[in-house]
T-cell receptor, first 109, second 115 residues
Framework: AQRVTQPEKLLSVFKGAPVELKCNYS??????LFWYVQYSRQRLQLLLR??SRESIKGFTADLNKGETSFHLKKPFAQEEDSAMYYC???????????FGRGTSLIVHP | ETGVTQSPTHLIKTRGQQVTLRCSSQ?????VSWYQQALGQGPQFIFQ???????GRGNFPPRFSGLQFPNYSSELNVNALELDDSALYLC??????????????FGPGTRLTVL
């Protein structure tokens, strides 16, 4: 069975502070990990996937197979980063994601 | 290029009734997935349709059923509604070709309330 855990329901930081949204997963094979974001009044959208190794909007995420983690990081948070962030996992080539419950990021001015 | 659309936006039903939710895929997409998102939770996969056939199903009972039409639009049907079916229902479309990954694009959702 595959599972995604996002331990923080809410993360509150000030503008310019570093941000780390935690994600841990459970999967017996080789997972594909994703981060999705939902800004206020907008649709859920893909932010990044681990295999792309991209930095999107200043965010990066590294897959750590030893710790089974895929934390999302940004060195300097911006107010426009305030949103709901979901970590997701898919396995077996299905590309059908299992989502975590989400972390609400609030960046204060 | 038209994005994913869903109808209706909101819906209120009573326990035991049946409901049909609709989704129009993004132009050029041939795959539709449906998700249920309960309050405070992440989306949970219900099923996926590819070329009008079910192509994967999550842990949902048979009273959740779907259809995909030749134009790749889709319906989600839920029979014998229960109070716990109250949720946001999301549709996502993508283009499936070969075994490579293709990004899913989500619709705005339909908010279903069961009284």
């Amino acid at each position: 069975a595959q599972r995604v855990t996002q331990p923080e329901k809410l993360l509150s930081v000030f503008k310019g502070a570093p941000v780390e949204l935690k994600c841990n997963y459970s999967y017996s094979g080789s997972p594909e990990l994703f981060w999705y974001v939902q800004y206020s009044r907008q649709r859920l959208q893909l932010l990044l996937r681990h295999i792309s190794r991209e930095s999107i909007k200043g965010f990066t995420a590294d897959l750590n197979k030893g710790e089974t983690s895929f934390h999302l990081k940004k060195p300097f948070a911006q107010e426009e980063d305030s949103a709901m962030y979901y970590c997701a996992l898919s396995g077996g080539g299905s590309y059908i994601p299992t989502f975590g419950r989400g972390t609400s990021l609030i960046v204060h001015p | 290029e038209t994005g994913v659309t869903q109808s209706p936006t909101h819906l209120i039903k009573t326990r035991g009734q049946q409901v049909t939710l609709r989704c129009s895929s993004q132009s050029g997409h041939n795959t539709v997935s449906w998700y249920q998102q309960a309050l405070g939770q992440g989306p949970q996969f219900i099923f996926q349709y590819y070329r009008e056939e079910e192509n994967g199903r999550g842990n949902f009972p048979p009273r959740f059923s779907g259809l995909q039409f030749p134009n790749y639009s889709s319906e989600l049907n839920v029979n014998a509604l229960e109070l716990d079916d109250s949720a946001l229902y999301l549709c996502a479309s993508s283009f499936k070709g070969g075994s490579s990954y293709n990004e899913q694009f989500f619709g705005p959702g339909t908010r279903l309330t069961v009284l």
